[in-house]
């Protein structure tokens, strides 16, 4: 079975600091792909990341990086230098290489950007 | 700009009335995807379908049913919708197996309210 935790409910940050989402992932696959998604205010989750396990290299693009543990288990997202635009619920998931299609996900962190 | 659209953003339904839920995409994607999102919850995975005419159980399926008689549209029925199916419905699209397969790309969403 898959699991993934995020233990965050909601964080609230001021413009301009850096806010880490947490995620923790349990799987028995040797295989697999974690992923991050943003669901803004207007409802459609937007794709953000795509990792597959057998790379640990952390990902950098703009304001965003991902840091991938796989001894912990872990892939936390971290948002540089916060804006309002980034106000929203972030999913992260995971599926396995064998039936890849079907991902499972995270509860999500309501991340709140105040001005 | 690719999408997929689901017909309703807000519906209302009473007790035991039949639901149908509609999703299109024109991406020509070969997967598409019904999720259920609840606070604390996440996405959860109704039904899939591979191909036309094709579906599988996801991990939610009991109280619904699913329509893919053209390969763009994505139906969820509910047969008799109860009060514990009031909730937001998502609808995903992806592409064949391999690379692409588990990237989805979803519709703004249906939150239903069964009264």
């Known amino acids: ?115 | 700009d690719v999408k997929v659209t689901q017909s309703s953003r807000y519906l209302v339904k009473r007790t035991g009335e039949k639901v149908f839920l509609e999703c299109v995409q024109d991406m020509d994607h070969e997967n598409m995807f019904w999720y259920r999102q609840d606070p604390g919850l996440g996405l959860r995975l109704i039904y899939f379908s591979y191909d036309v005419k094709m579906k599988e159980k996801g991990d939610i399926p009991e109280g619904y049913s699913v329509s893919r008689e053209k390969k763009e549209r994505f139906s969820l029925i509910l047969e008799s919708a109860s009060t514990n199916q009031t909730s937001m419905y998502l609808c995903a699209s992806s592409g064949l197996r391999g690379s692409g397969a588990n990237v989805l790309t979803f519709g703004a969403g249906s939150r239903l309210t069964v009264l």
Do not use: H, M
Request: proline share 2%; glycine share 4%.
């Open chain 1, 1 to 115: 079975a898959q699991k993934v935790t995020q233990a965050q409910t909601e964080i609230s940050v001021v413009e301009k600091e850096d806010v880490t989402l947490d995620c923790v992932y349990e799987t028995r696959d040797t295989t697999y792909y974690l992923f991050w998604y943003k669901q803004p205010p207007s409802g459609e989750l937007v794709f953000l990341i795509r990792r597959n396990s057998f790379d640990e290299q952390n990902e950098i693009s703009g304001r965003y990086s991902w840091n991938f543990q796989k001894s912990t288990s872990s892939f936390n997202f971290t948002i540089t230098a916060s804006q309002v635009v980034d106000s929203a619920v972030y999913f992260c998931a995971l599926s396995g290489f064998s039936n890849d299609y079907k991902l499972s996900f995270g509860a999500g962190t309501t991340v709140t950007v105040r001005a």
